[in-house]
């Protein structure tokens, strides 16, 4: 936090634990007394809000109640003095600059068991006479008249506001004691408990949870005892439509990520975001942000009621850029700056409004030297069309089905630069149906090659890169997705690993890289267009120690051969 006092933070803590009257609260927010009598009783904090709706993802709408101002620069004050006073516990998550909703996932991943709730109403529950009293009591012990003007500046219309900058700490405050007691009852019975805001997680190595937790019978989910009697003692209840207990064979989430292996960002909402942009490249910005408002994704008042309005227009392509900013930073911040997903829709929003937005300096990189070694095989005759990728000291490695016509296939980069022809009676080195992999020999190309990974000791949920031609037309770069591994499993008698990406036909032959972008597959499988289904067909690669084990054992088996 940045501090906006001239006192330093020892002396502002030191300062609050000392508050009695109105005058003290004046003094410690450094604003004239005269000034905060007149908010308290001339203005009126309930006279100085604006009160919108926005959609929520669930569904229907959730209120907003935005300060004016003035009061907001009070609130912000407030806001940051509670902050110092507040000791924060492990369990809370929510509306605490050192920690966010991945911080928070991953307290719950592989685990077996996962328990989400919601507390219904949360912000409306806390009203002031909790606030006042809270502060009057221990830990905080200010007086009587201070704890009422705080109190006073923080509610609206007698209760939490959500939109003022003051309330997401005092929701913290007020949920200590139910903080401690639930992580207390995790603890006895062997669970890990987190708090994000309202989102309330339970999670267990066990196949099942106790009964004094939740109850689960033929139609419903209901809330064990002990919890509930922690819950109503904390003056809260459960939401009952937002009772969520998964265990590991379906998709689990925490304050909307999946946590199966490991945090990650939503399969639904990466599609959103190339729908979005998509739509930007082939529509306009400004068609496709009326689309979004229309949709009624928006979240700014002024934006939503101006959105038709022309003389409105740069303003509404501003906004949205914004959007789109934020929406590609949240990949970032869940999956890193290395992740190509990133990269790519941020080298995508780069170009869409001619500006550097983010650094896509490794973007580029990665089509330097790892994409350019990523190449199309295209029997032209015949229409066939598949992936390769050229490995270092190995040669071209691609699918045995993609080349198994025996015809000649022109291979070409993505840039239209023509390497070379290969073909099975020509220039293979090596191939085999079952592994379902071909090495070729183009002693004319001058491709660098990829560098070799390892690939036994894949596990599952890491993370991978899959890079090749799906449906390739001239000119399409090369399709690049991170993604994880999901199962070991066989295919045709070989093993194959699959991953959460979706592999359509074309694609086969390419390249499957680990996080050093380093070779550890052959991408094998996968649907044969993009209207199919993703559940159809497996989406996985051939680790590729196995096609090199294959082919050393053949070196041997022919050099024994020869020597014999």
């Known amino acids: ?33 005269k000034s905060l009598r007149y908010f308290l009783y001339a203005k009126k904090p309930d006279n100085m809000y604006t009160t919108f709706k926005i959609a929520k993802k669930s569904g229907g709408t959730r209120e907003i109640s935005a300060p004016a101002k003035e009061l907001k620069a009070i609130q912000r004050k407030l806001a940051y003095i509670l902050n110092l006073v507040y000791r924060v516990k492990p369990s809370v998550y929510g509306f605490f600059h050192e920690r966010n909703i991945k911080d928070n996932a991953s307290k719950h991943t592989r685990r077996k ?41 923080a509610c609206y ?40 805001a309202d989102d309330i997680t339970f999670s267990t190595f066990n196949p099942v949870f106790p009964k004094d937790i939740i109850e689960r019978d033929l139609s419903s989910i209901i809330i064990g005892q002990e919890l509930d009697a922690i819950l109503k003692k904390n003056s809260f209840s459960v939401n009952p439509k937002k009772i969520f207990l998964n ?46 408002v229309a949709r ?54 780069n170009r869409l409004f001619g500006e550097e937005i983010f650094n896509v300096e490794k973007h580029n990189e990665f089509f330097n030297k790892i994409a350019y070694n990523v190449v199309i095989l295209e029997n032209r ?5 598949g992936s390769g990728f050229f490995l270092k000291d190995v040669g071209l490695v691609t699918g045995y089905h993609v080349t198994e016509d025996r015809g000649f296939f022109m291979v070409t980069t993505y840039k239209g630069e023509n390497i070379g022809i290969v073909s099975k ?47 390739y037309i001239e000119g399409d770069t090369p399709y690049v997705h991170t993604c994880e591994v999901t199962s070991k499993t066989k295919y045709l008698g070989e093993c194959l690993y699959t991953v959460s990406a979706r592999i359509i036909h074309g694609a086969s032959g390419g390249a499957v890289l680990n996080k050093d972008n380093k070779v550890i597959g052959i991408i094998k499988a996968g649907v044969v267009s993009y209207e199919e289904k993703e559940d159809v067909g497996k989406h996985g690669f051939v680790p590729i120690h196995i096609a090199l084990k294959h082919w050393m054992s053949q070196q041997e088996n022919q050099k024994i051969n020869t020597e014999g």
Not at 161 to 185: E, K, R, W, Y
Not at 255 to 277: C, D, H, M, Q, W
Request: glycine share 6%; charged share 25%; net charge negative.
């Open 425 to 471: 009676e020509m220039n293979e080195i090596i191939s085999d149906k079952n592994i379902d992999y071909a090495i070729y020999n183009l002693n004319n190309s001058s491709m660098e090659g990829l560098e070799l990974g390892d690939s036994n000791e894949i596990e599952i949920g890491d993370k991978v890169t899959v890079v090749g031609y799906p449906d």
């Open 381 to 385: 005759n015949k229409l066939v069309q």
């Open 1 to 33: 936090m940045i501090s906006i006092f001239s006192k330093t933070d020892e002396m502002l803590r030191d300062e609050f634990y000392r508050l009695s009257t109105r005058e003290d609260v004046a003094k410690i927010l450094e604003i004239e007394e």
């Open 247 to 292: 265990n590991n064979k379906v998709r689990q989430e925490v304050t909307g990520l999946v946590v199966n292996k490991f945090p990650n960002i939503k399969r639904e909402y990466i599609k959103s975001i190339r729908a979005i942009l998509h739509n930007c490249f082939k529509n306009g910005v400004y068609e496709t942000a009326i689309d979004y």
């Open 113 to 153: 068991v996962i328990l989400n709730i919601d507390l219904k109403d949360f912000f409306s529950q806390i009203h002031f006479g909790r606030v006042r009293g809270m502060l009057m009591n221990k830990p905080y012990g200010i007086g009587q008249e201070a704890a009422t003007v705080i109190a006073q500046l």
């Open 296 to 349: 009624g994704f928006c979240k700014n008042k002024d934006i939503e009621e101006n959105i038709d309005n022309i003389e409105y227009r740069d303003i509404i392509i501003l906004w949205f850029k914004s959007v789109l900013k934020g929406k590609i930073n949240y990949i970032k911040e869940i999956r890193g700056s290395d992740d190509y997903t990133f990269l790519q829709y941020a080298d995508q929003l």
């Open 157 to 196: 219309k007698g209760i939490l506001p959500q939109g003022a900058p003051s309330s997401p700490v005092l929701t913290n405050m007020i949920c200590s004691p139910l903080d401690t007691q639930l992580t207390n009852l995790a603890k006895k019975h062997g669970l890990v408990y987190t708090r994000y």
